[in-house]
């Protein structure tokens, strides 16, 4: 896939209303698999909201950082720091379900990954930041990370926090995703390959 870069005036300043990240995104059969424990969740507590889109599911895996001594646009910075993440790649395996703390008057309903998973996304979240950094981007709070798979954004007053029978996939690759604000879509602009 060609990258289409967005053009700005200043390098570190974003387009207005996009933002960046970069992501983990499960096969088909991953996602389906993904959504039916979801659909089930929801039933079972009775949680109403609204579900995210079986093509929306994801696995944030960075964030984009904050612009320092940024020498080119944002994206193409993005775009260059990713191509020289060296890694391998893993199967990740979600093992849990639970019910985040409310934001903005929404409470995530996720997957969570287990140990393993954890520290090996850990470790690519690492590579990537270093690789931002290196073209101008600081990522804060990068060891702070646990991997998940949001569901649906729902209504719930009780926590809520189960095991479930784990969802594995094989992660070959990373990507960026180029994500609109105020949007329940966005474009996947770069994959990366993993050893």
């Not at 260059?80 to 093992?95: H, I, K, Q, T």
């Amino acid at each position: 896939m060609e990258a289409q870069v967005i053009s700005t005036s200043n390098p570190s300043e974003l387009a207005a209303g996009i933002n960046y990240f970069f992501a983990l995104l499960p096969d088909g059969p991953t996602r389906a698999a993904i959504a039916d424990v979801g659909e089930r969740f929801r039933k079972s507590h009775r949680v109403g909201g609204s579900p995210v889109g079986i093509d929306s599911l994801h696995l944030t895996l960075c964030p984009m950082g904050r612009p320092e001594r940024l020498r080119q646009p944002i994206e193409s910075a993005l775009l260059a720091a990713a191509g020289e993440v060296r890694a391998p790649g893993f199967v990740a395996s979600l093992d849990s379900a639970m019910r985040f703390s409310a934001r903005d008057g929404q409470f995530p309903f996720v997957l969570c990954a287990d140990g393993a998973t954890t520290e090996a996304a850990l470790n690519l979240r690492k590579a990537v930041a270093a690789a931002q950094l290196r073209v101008g981007l600081q990522v804060s709070g990068v060891s702070s990370f646990l991997p998940h798979v949001t569901m649906l954004h729902g209504h719930a007053v009780d926590a809520i926090e189960e095991s479930i029978t784990a969802i594995r996939w094989r992660v070959s690759e990373f990507v960026l995703i180029r994500s609109f604000f105020g949007q329940s879509r966005f474009e996947v602009v770069g994959r990366w390959p993993l050893a």
